[in-house]
């Protein structure tokens, strides 16, 4: 990781630094072609006046062509004088006869009054030759001048020497100063890569940021975050553990006390007396075992509400109303044997969730409401959906019992928490369940009290889904 992106870090700036010069390279060559054909110009701005250089002596006729004399003017001698041994003049006869000038010019007969260019290599220097038909003193002539000083032939040394060589070493220089650089800009990337390995398993304490650069801050904080999760799931985990091992034990307890008795029981009794005894022993017997079935649903649930309470995947839209009815059928039996009435107010409502879960949180409810209703009172279950099939979406589950003080509503929503001086059985996690269900689908259990201020009053409120 850390070494690939040094080298595509490497590979970015070389090549940022490769593409400088290269631009570097193309404008020196651009110059010298503008040198180039500044050179041109001057050559042909030379012409006139190397025809006006062209006199006859006294006596000559312009048909003469041997009795011409060349009287430089200058800005003809100024030329020849700057470029010392690397200028020419030539004039020729309109047939091609050479007239003055060195034997290495070459014969050039323009056919129109227009100036052509060619590049002659004399002692391994090339020159830019101009020719073109003038009229002189002396009558048309061919004039020649040539210039050694191009500067695209000079253009390759000196690129190599002024450009290449030193952004070359540039180059080399920079690629190790970079490397050097990006080593020590990635260091604090490779300490915390060093510091994530040497950790232990159970080691999830937060990295410390102050050392850390701003850019790799952001994700020292994720990391921090996702550390902070892990810490806080594992600490739920060990409590419940501990917590269900603590509650396990006391009914586990008695379930074998009751087993216990009743052996001992049956080898010290008679036939008729043993089998009164068993009787009674029998349904403890079913108790105990009813009260151990329910704390280890209720556990199971409580652990697979933990494991999804950051996780919205796999979701589905319940509907409420039937979720209700399918609760209330369950509850029929345990509410009848106590003389309860056991209501529904369903009105359409649909929700985004799990439910499976939503199922396991109106249980909870229901069962609690029932548990703890005297005989002979009243439990409903409501549902329904607010604007017309868009809003909120809620459930409520209302009895007429002895209901939670203000108090004692947020303690009560702990695990294993039980109202001081409360009859019955229960274990304290029904309420806890179901809060947690609530937190799962990213709302909460709402406490208030019931009807005309008697009995308690649960509601959950959802996002609903539109019908």
Request: glycine share 10%; proline share 4%.
């Amino acid at each position: 990781m850390i070494g690939g992106l040094r080298r595509r870090l490497l590979v970015m700036l070389l090549a940022t630094i490769g593409a400088i010069g290269a631009a570097t390279l193309a404008f020196h060559y651009q110059g010298a072609g503008t040198a180039a054909l500044q050179q041109d110009q001057r050559l042909l701005r030379l012409v006139p006046m190397l025809a006006d250089s062209v006199v006859l002596p006294r006596g000559g006729t312009p048909t003469d062509g041997t009795d011409l004399t060349l009287l430089m003017a200058p800005p003809i001698q100024e030329f020849l004088a700057d470029r010392d041994g690397h200028t020419a003049v030539g004039v020729f006869s309109p047939r091609g006869e050479r007239l003055f000038g060195a034997d290495w010019l070459p014969v050039l007969l323009p056919t129109t009054e227009a100036p052509e260019f060619v590049s002659v290599v004399d002692a391994g220097v090339t020159h830019r030759v101009v020719a073109q038909r003038a009229v002189t003193e002396a009558g048309e002539l061919i004039l020649v001048l040539a210039d050694g000083s191009d500067a695209r032939q000079h253009w390759l040394r000196n690129v190599l020497l002024r450009v290449l060589l030193p952004n070359l070493a540039l180059f080399a220089v920079a690629a190790g100063m970079l490397g050097w650089g990006v080593t020590r800009a990635l260091q604090p990337l490779m300490d915390l890569r060093q510091a994530v390995e040497r950790r232990s398993p159970r080691d999830l304490s937060p990295i410390d940021e102050r050392h850390t650069p701003a850019e790799v801050r952001p994700l020292v904080q994720a990391l921090n975050r996702l550390f902070a999760r892990v810490n806080e799931q594992s600490d739920t985990q060990r409590r419940f553990v501990a917590d269900a091992a603590h509650q396990l034990r006391t009914p586990l307890a008695g379930l074998q006390a009751q087993v216990e008795a009743w052996a001992q029981a049956a080898r010290s009794m008679g036939a008729g007396d043993l089998l009164s005894l068993r009787a009674e022993q029998v349904l403890r017997l079913r108790d105990a075992t009813r009260n151990t079935t329910q704390l280890a649903n209720q556990l199971l649930a409580l652990s697979r509400a933990d494991a999804l309470r950051d996780d919205d995947a796999a979701r589905e839209t319940v509907d409420l109303a039937e979720l209700c009815e399918t609760v209330l059928a369950h509850f029929l039996d345990a509410a009848g044997a106590r003389r309860i009435d056991l209501g529904l107010e369903a009105a359409p409502a649909r929700v985004q969730g799990h439910a499976w879960l939503l199922r396991e949180l109106l249980i909870n409810l229901v069962d609690n409401a029932i548990k703890y209703t005297p005989v002979g009172g009243a439990v409903t279950l409501r549902c329904a959906q607010g604007d017309g099939g868009a809003g909120a979406a809620w459930i409520e589950v209302e009895d007429d019992g002895p209901g939670i003080a203000p108090a004692e509503r947020a303690r009560v929503l702990q695990r294993f928490y039980r109202v001081p001086g409360t009859a019955g059985s229960g274990h304290g996690l029904g309420l806890a369940i179901a809060d947690g269900i609530a937190r799962v689908h990213h709302t909460q259990l709402q406490l208030g009290s019931g009807a005309e201020g008697h009995g308690l009053c649960v509601r959950v409120v959802f996002d609903a889904v539109a019908h």
